[in-house]
């Protein structure tokens, strides 16, 4: 076919090899604003304070109907209300724990009046969280789960008064809630950091009652004695309470340089190197290479991040996973993608 006169030749564009992230932006409705990507932001909306729609549920555009959204967070409406802490944990404001603490200060209301303790809530109520209002969604969605290989030279913290990096960085932006870093890591150690949007999930991973196993790969500047050992395992003295390592194993190195595998259940500050510390030796390298059930995978290099595929994190969650057919199938048994996020410049 001739090209048209006066119109240049455009030569084919190639494919971005940008990184895929997993959370773009919605698509603004025609005619509505674009919803803001900060995640402490407010709906634009003003009637998205409402949970429930008085019309009763509506079938989207394109004849699809309610209850068979697509994707991973296909939603199952509750019928029941919830308890306060459980629903706000699953919307991702925060941890069941500081929410109970936030109910007890005061921070928290219930259609104008203080929130309580094991107070229910359900559509149509209207929650404030220090004055401002929190969107909620009454439905059961499948907990999201990444896996980052922090490296050396990151914080675990939203806000660093030294203006260091910090780990959320390197995140994918979540259009709701936010992400919850799964216990910490020093500055200065580098491995496994898990993180969820799921507020339950997090408390689980984290309460001292559940006891989950940390693994680490230490190296030492020396090499531990039978007797530093032993003592390791069965228990020393720190300032805070007693410590030790369920296991303790010898993985060799050369010169004066030598590394260890050691397991345990807790996870106080800085607790690993004030352990060998304690016993006169220094940790000159130490890496997190195991929470609970979750290793970090081999694949993932340093500064990278993967979403754990729905299924397994269900299976972590202890909640059934939702059935998925066709497309959707498929597309959850795909194996899951390396990321690398680049931080914006600070």
């Known amino acids: 076919m001739p090209r048209?006169?006066?119109?240049?030749?455009?030569?084919?564009?190639?494919?971005?090899?940008?990184?895929?992230?997993l959370d773009r932006p919605a698509r603004p409705p025609r005619g509505g604003r674009e919803n803001a990507r900060d995640e402490d932001a407010q709906p634009q909306d003003p009637n998205a304070h409402l949970n429930a729609d008085p019309r009763g549920p509506r079938a989207p555009r394109g004849g699809r109907p309610q209850g068979q959204a697509r994707g991973r967070n296909a939603p199952t409406t509750l019928t029941e209300p919830e308890r306060l802490q459980k629903v706000l944990a699953q919307a991702g404001v925060a941890s069941?724990?500081?929410?109970?603490?936030?109910v007890v200060a005061g921070r928290i209301s219930v259609n104008g009046l203080?929130?309580?303790?094991?107070?229910?809530?359900?559509?149509?109520d209207r929650v404030k969280v220090n004055g401002k209002l929190i969107p909620l969604r009454?439905?059961?969605?499948?907990?999201?789960?990444l896996i980052y290989h922090k490296p050396e030279g990151e914080i675990v913290s939203r806000d660093d008064?030294?203006?260091r990096p910090t780990v959320f960085e390197r995140l994918p932006v979540l259009r709701k809630g936010r992400w919850l870093a799964v216990g910490r890591l020093d500055f200065n150690t580098s491995g496994l950091l898990l993180f969820t949007n799921d507020g339950d999930l997090a408390n689980k991973l984290m309460h001292p009652r559940y006891e989950l196993e940390r693994e680490y790969a230490v190296r030492l500047l020396g090499e531990l004695t039978e007797e530093q050992a032993k003592s390791l395992t069965e228990g020393i003295q720190l300032e805070d309470g007693p410590a030790k390592f369920n296991t303790l194993r010898d993985e060799g190195g050369e010169g004066a340089n030598h590394w260890y595998r050691v397991t345990i259940s807790e996870g106080r500050n800085r607790e690993v190197?004030?352990?060998f510390e304690a016993v006169g030796l220094t940790v000159s390298r130490l890496m997190r290479v195991r929470y609970g059930a979750v290793e970090l995978p081999a694949r993932l290099k340093r500064g990278m991040w993967m979403e754990m595929p729905e299924a397994d994190a269900c299976k972590l969650a202890g909640v059934a996973a939702p059935q998925r057919q066709g497309q959707d199938e498929k597309r959850a048994k795909r194996p899951p993608k390396m990321h690398r996020t680049t931080p914006s410049s600070r």
């Open 4 to 21: 048209k006169p006066n119109s240049p030749f455009r030569p084919p564009q190639k494919k971005s090899e940008a990184i895929e992230i």
């Open 96 to 102: 069941r724990r500081e929410i109970e603490e936030w």
């Open 114 to 124: 203080p929130a309580s303790l094991g107070q229910k809530i359900g559509p149509g």
């Open 138 to 145: 009454f439905t059961q969605r499948s907990p999201r789960v």
């Open 161 to 163: 008064p030294e203006g």
């Open 273 to 275: 190197r004030r352990m």
